[in-house]
């Protein structure tokens, strides 16, 4: 079964440094989502790709993240700064149509800012 | 309006008992309400989602139950088992908005 993978799994990080988060989606998918996972809280919606662009991004999306498809294959997430708070488990997810279809999550990475 | 309440926080079941987790709404606009079971260490995996035109969607053992008047929806599951164990999110989305509102997430524990 196809599934969308995640690397790394895990990354430790100094406050101030960047990082970038990098998925393979779906083969066949056309929409990418970052969402957040604070440690023991909710997930929540980061940004949403189509068409190699941004169709949507939440308050927390602020002009130290953005996404970029480099390639046919990869979806990444930058930080170019990491603030303490920044640390959390990060989902990637994709879906062949919009939210109201299915959105396949990958196992996350798990990001730590010290 | 955006959120999506859900509750309990946690929940202890017998194995063979009946697991049920509720979740309300505020925004009508919301037209999709999936429920996605979590294992430690996972990513969300979609278990079953249920449209508002239908009060109610089965799939083996795991029954939604969908109130559109009182924009409440709950996850049943019957005959639970210790390999249910895990956290589990209701969410919502709708058409003019490509993302979903989680909720807070119901951890469930299912003992022998």
């Known amino acids: 079964e196809p599934e969308v993978t995640q690397t790394p799994s895990h990354q430790v990080t100094q406050m101030g440094q960047e990082v970038i988060l990098r998925c393979v989606p779906i083969s066949n998918h056309l929409y990418f989502y970052w969402y957040r996972q604070i440690l023991g809280q909710k997930v929540e919606f980061l940004v949403s790709f189509y068409n190699n662009e941004i169709s949507e991004k939440s308050e927390i999306f602020d002009d130290q993240f953005s996404v970029e498809r480099p390639d046919g294959s990869n979806f990444t997430l930058k930080i170019r700064s990491t603030k303490l708070e920044d640390s959390a488990m990060y989902f990637c997810?994709?879906?062949?149509?919009?939210?109201?279809?299915?959105?396949?999550f990958g196992p996350g990475t798990r990001l730590l800012v010290l | 309006q955006q959120q999506v309440k859900q509750s309990p926080q946690s929940l202890i079941v017998q194995k063979g008992g009946i697991s049920i987790i509720n979740c309300a709404y505020e925004?009508?606009?919301?037209?999709?309400f999936p429920w996605y079971q979590q294992f430690p260490g996972k990513g969300p995996a979609l278990l079953i989602a249920i449209r508002p035109d239908v009060s109610e969607k089965k799939e083996g053992r795991f029954t939604i139950s969908f109130n559109k008047s009182a924009k409440q929806f709950s996850l049943h599951i019957m005959d639970s088992q210790p390999g249910d164990s895990a956290t589990y999110f209701c969410a919502a989305g709708g058409l003019n908005t490509d993302k979903l509102i989680f909720g807070t997430g119901t951890r469930l524990q299912v003992f022998p």
């Open positions: 925004n009508t606009a919301f037209d999709y």
């Open positions: 997810a994709s879906s062949s149509g919009g939210a109201t279809e299915t959105q396949y």
